[in-house]
Every structure is written in structure tokens, then in C-alpha cells.
């Protein structure tokens, strides 16, 4: 039987922004699934997130939304969850969002540690405002601000948050929607900060542009050139080139921010 | 009962008053002259019960004050000048999607950097214009360091009530000199906590106003599962583009100020009643012109002092009652000029205003004004 | 009616400003005057001249600056040199005999006395000058009652350190009287 999205999704704000063959119908559903598949209470989960498309998700989902400034998703899921540890806090952007203008806030989440799982949508693009280029779009891609081809370094947003101090980092496509909901199961449940890395195709920001413009294309794309780690760790540097892993890449654990903060001044 | 009197620093008030008015969580980041509020509630937050957190910049302290407050707690964070440009952004998200909180802006030296240890007062438009798009603003001036903590009470009190943000905006004299301060017990100031819903979550509109114009506020985790957006939007709270509705969403939040200035607006007024001669000014500078007043009066020159304790909404209707009467107006502020704008706004020429505008980092002397008050036109 | 105005200067770290809460704080909350302290606040605070400054009096005081002090007392003389330029005619100035080489020239009543070395060498702690100041600069000017001024230094210090700073007091009384008999 057909899994019954509806007692999620508000009712009346369906249909939702995003373009034909957009992937981040597919993330809201993988979202919903690993959601309900926790079996959290709506009342205690909160979601926010910045400005982009991405950002718009938290709008269609029945629980406790904050749709935010742009980049500012984590200060404002800070503020919450610290405010009232008790909540879930689910914060979520695109690569522009979480890792240029909110830059800031993104590697200082991690920093703390905070228990809240950051969700970050990597389409390679600003799709919202119609394409231009973003930290991570490769090298030599076409934006509409990199008319000759982008020559700016990319962000590799996995190994950033692993840097910055996340205690669980993971990566995803759209092509794996059923890992997807695994892995964002294991993200929502890990204590501390979490991140998971979305590839996602923007086909009308970035594919067309660049050569890619059929959306099951982008979809193949994803497939073809994303390997799983335990695969990826027997790869030579040659094998990797142009690829990228997915699965959980980081997990430790660390005291989480706000236990910390609890026992250090005698709260708990 | 003898009323318990501490010796504080005027920054240290501010904390007294944000734990008596039930603040119980602090977002700020370090930034001079403001820095001790940061301090005293780093200490005292967590012996009530409270939460403070340094965060990574200002623009993430102001974010992180409104989901302190959208959590339900009543939350605080101080900064100044360069400090409250960043908060712009935040603060705006603030107004529009109606969250209380209290900034406090301990004012310096600007722009930029500027004068970070000295005192300035340039920051009354920037309270006022500061973040792009229109909105009420409330912005309140004291000029004691027991007004600092009264003040603080009664700009929780203002956030709360009219649910939206309401600035304390002081300068580095007062948030820095230490007076002997009466600590009020429990019940000796009004302390309102906004308003939630009780209706049934389902029929739960965030932003359908009451007859007050204000509409009852849900803690996210509460049962009342709602949508906060930057976005302009309708009583449900989602995202709307329809222009009509947006401008009168915005003219009803303006109203909600508006209409309630007989509430909002405080001025103190100090021997202006047979004054020819009448001096506006506010927070420490305030405190010059009430020496110089007291200075002119001894050598029997008929000036008054009007005090707003409240900046914005500007006190057009205290300031008004003197347009035509007093023969002469003079405003001494630490900035080039900003609110002698508005007070020849309101006394329309009857007379023209004088100013004393002075950024070099020291307070306006009483002096300086007593000259002005006795060197005529 | 009396109104005092007092600058406590020194170098960052001397406790002027320390000195000048607590003076304020007894004039205030416990007897009851009005009492204001502000600082100068700058670079200088850390390290370089500093200075607090006290203003005590009967009635309500609105501007909180000392613009022409009664009285100062300077333990360097950087501070010395740079806060005596507008001590009021006829003022009283306290200098620390150690660091002061040079009095500032003036109509005013000086002190020098060792302030720095008293604390250091008979009360057993250089950290006490500022409590040897505040009880040699209330025994020569009478801002408070004796006990006020102890009950106000035993409020702000901290604990075990009580009869340091008792003897650091009566220390300052012992220096003030034999300056005064000069």
C-alpha cells in the first residue's frame, strides 16, 4: 500500500514551489518517511530553515515551522532549541543558504555540537533568484553570474561540517530516495550535531545551463557518479576522480551542546 | 519594610530589571560598551532556571533572542552601534513576524568602528530606520541607572503586550556609572507576559489580531503547530503576495503602537510650566541639561526641560503642547542632529529649534548648554 | 548644601576604580546620600593612566562627571601630571611618594605620602594600596564615617582577606594623621 503522505503535509499548501523535476519533492518525502518512521510527536518537532527554494519546505509540513532570514537557519534553530531542549529541531537550507551566507552560523553548529540535524539541499546552484553560482558548483559550470564558467574552489559541504566538528555527517542523492529516509532516520536520532548532505538536480537553474537538462538525466548523473563509502574506501585516487561517497562518512560521539552547557553550570 | 538598595553599574541594572520582568534566555555576542550585560546574565541566568549563549555573531545573537522567544521564553541580547547594523536584518524578521524581545543598544561613538569606549547618541534614526521596510518601533531612553532597570521592566512589558521587539536605547554613561539603585520586590512593577491562545489548536490563526490589534502568541512545542515566515502573510501565518493585504497587515502593525501612545510614550517634564525657554533631551544628555536648568533657574531665566523616556513613538503630543508658547527650543544631543529633526517636525518653526550637537566623545557639558541658554538666538 | 568631587588616578590595576565604588557605594547605600562613580573608560584601563571619579553630595546629582574636582588622588605620575590640570583652586591633592616624584605645581593643599610602600611593607600586600588610599584620602577629607567606609571595603572584598584589609585602613588613618601634624 501507497505510504499516506497527507497526515504530514498541510493541507491546502500542496501544490508546493518547486519546479517540474525538481529533486527536492523527493527529500520532503524521504523527510516525512524517516520522520513518521521515528514515531516523534508533530507537537514537538520544529523546523527552520533560511531563504531559497529549499528553505521553503518547513511551509508544507504539519508541525512547528520557521521559515527564516536568509542563511540564518541554525541561529534561529539555536535559539529554540537551547530556549527549550526538549524540542526537535530540524533545520534545513540549500549549499547558498547554509554554506555562504550562513557560512558562519553553519560551521559554529557544528562547533557546539548542538543537538539539532541540519539538512543541507546541494543543488550547485541559487536556484530561487534564477541560477547563479554558489560555494559548491564545479569548477567551469555555467551560472548566470559565471557566464565564462565558474572559477571560483568548491566547498565540499560533507567534509566541512566534519572539520568545523559535526558528530555525524552523512551524504545522499535523490537517485537513493530509500537510503535517503535511512540515513536521515539515523541523523534525526543521533544525539549532537548532525548533518546530512542532499545532492539534488536543479534542472532549470543548473541543468539547462550546463548540458543537463533532462531531469531523469540529472537523476542518472547522481546514480552514476556517487559510490557508497565502504566501496569508496577501497578506490584508488584515480577510481575517484570526478566521484563522490555517500553513507554515513563521520560518527562519533561527543557531549551534546546544551547537556554540556546544563551540567557545566549546574542546571542539570 | 526598607527597600533593598544596591550599588550598581547602569549596565548591571539593565540585568536586574531583564530577571525582574521573567527573562530567562540571553543571545548576545561580545561588543563594548555593552559587554557587562553579557556578563551578569552569563552568571545569573542559570541560578533561575535561564539559558545564555554566546553566539558566533551578532546577526546570529539577534536570530537566536527570536527563537529563544518563539520557544516561549522571554529573551534579551544588548549590543551597540556596529553591532545593532548586523541585528538589522534579524530585528526586521522580528517586527514583521511580531516576536517579542528587548534589545538593548548601549550607544557609542559611530559610524563603523568609530569611538568604541566613549559615549554617542546616533543611533536614535538608525532604532527608527534602521532595518529596510516600514514598522513600529519602540524605543525607550533612560537616563538613571534605576531608569535603566525600570526601563528594562517596562520594555519586556511593551514586547510582550504589543508583541514585537522594543529597543532600550542607552548610551556608555549611563551603562557604565554605578548609583545606588532600589531593587524592586515582587509586585512593586507591573510584569505582563504575553498573550497565548486558548482556543482549540486547529482554530489557531498566529496572526489574527483581537480587538487590540494583537494576536495571541503560541510557544512552538505548545500543541499550536503554526508557520513563521519573512514573508508577508496572512492571518494563518502562511506566505501571501497579495500586496493589498500586506500593506494592511503593516498599517495595523503600526496602529498597534500608535494607538497606544498615551500607554507607550513617557516623559518626564521638568519645570515647563512657565518656561520661555524649553530644552529637549534625552538619556544622559538629559542629565546635562537638567544641571543646566537648574543652573539657569538660579539666575532666574524661565527654562524647562521636557525628558522623553520614551524616543519612539516620538513624544509629538508632550512636545506639541509647547509649539507656539515657549519662545525658543533647544535640543543638545550627541549626534549631528537626529532628533531636533523631529522635534521641528512637530513645533513646525513656533520657533525654530536650536541645536547642540556635539560627536567627540564627551558628554554635552551643562555649560556648554547654560551658554546657549543665556546666549540668545 | 556639600557636594564632593573626587578623582581617584593611578595606573591600570592600582584599584582606583575599585577604590571609587566602594567609597561611592557607602555615601550611597549606607548612609543614604547621593553617590555617583563613572570611570574613565578607554585603552588607557589597561595599563596607562586610569581613573574613577566620585561624585558625593546632599541632593540629587544629575551630571555624572567631575568637571573641576575638590579632590585628587594620583599614584603615578602620569596620572598626577595628567589629572591635576583642572583640581580646583584651594583642592586637595594626595600623591603616592613612591611614584610622584614631582608634585604638579598649584594652589592646592598636597599630601605626599607612601601610600604604595605602606601597603606593600606594613600592611604586607601592594594589592591594599587603593584601601590605604581610601583610608588616608576619608581621614584627611571626612566624605563618611569611619565605619561606613569599613563596612563598605568589607562588602566588596573578598572573603579571608578581611583583617588585611581592616589593617589596610587603619594603615591610611595612620598616614593621613601624620601628614595632617606636617
Redesign the interface.
Known sequence: MAYDYSKYLRAGKIPHIWCPGCGYGIIMKSMIRAIDGLGWDKNEVVMTSGIGCASRLPGYIDANTLHTTHGRSLAFATGVKVANPKLKVIAMGGDGDMTAIGGNHFIHACRRNIDITCFVFNNYIYGMTGGQYSPTTPKGSRATTAPYGNSDNQFDIAQLAMGAGATFVARTTTYHAVPMEKLMKQALEHKGFSVVEIIAGCPTGYGRKNKLASPAGMIEWQKDHSVAIAQWEKMSDEEKAGKFPIGVLHEVNKPEYVEAYDANVGLS | MAKK???LQGNEAVCEGALYAGC??Y?GYPIT?STEVAEVLAARL?KI?G?F?Q???E??AM???????????K?LTATSGPGMSLKM??LG?GYLTEVPCVIVNVMRGGPSTGLP??PGQSDVMQARWGTHGDHPCIALTPSTVQEQLNETVRAFNLAEKYRMPVILLTD??IG?????VEIPEPGDLPVIDRKRPTCDPKDYLPYKPEADGVAPMA?????Y???????NHLPDG??SNDGKLAQADEIRQQKKVDDNYDEIVVVDEMMCDDAEILIFAFG?TA??A??AV?MARAEGIKVGLLRPLTIWPFPDKHLAKYAGKVKRVIVPEMNLGQTALEVERVMKGQPAVEGIFQIDSE?I???TILNKIKGGK | MARHLIRLSGSGGQGMITAGIILAAGASVLEGKKAIQSQSYGPEARGGASKAEVIISDEEIYYPKVMAPDVLVALTQEAADKYSKDLKQGGILILDDLMVKTAPKGDWKVYMMPIIRTAAEKVGKAMVANVVTLGALNEICGFVKPETLEQAVLSRVPKGTEELNKNAISAGIELAKAAKAK
Do not use: C, W
Open positions: 538598595v544596591k550599588f530567562t534566555f543571545a560598551p542559570p532556571g539559558r549563549i553566539m558566533e555573531d546577526l546570529a536570530a537566536a533572542t527570536l527563537g529563544g522567544s518563539i520557544a516561549g521564553k529573551s536584518e534579524n524578521y569606549t566613549g556608555e554613561i557604565h556609572m554605578r548609583e545606588a510557544d512552538f512545542g505548545s500543541g503547530r503554526y508557520h513563521i515566515t519573512g514573508l502562511f506566505p544622559s542629565r546635562s537638567k544641571e537648574q558628554p557639558n551643562p555649560v
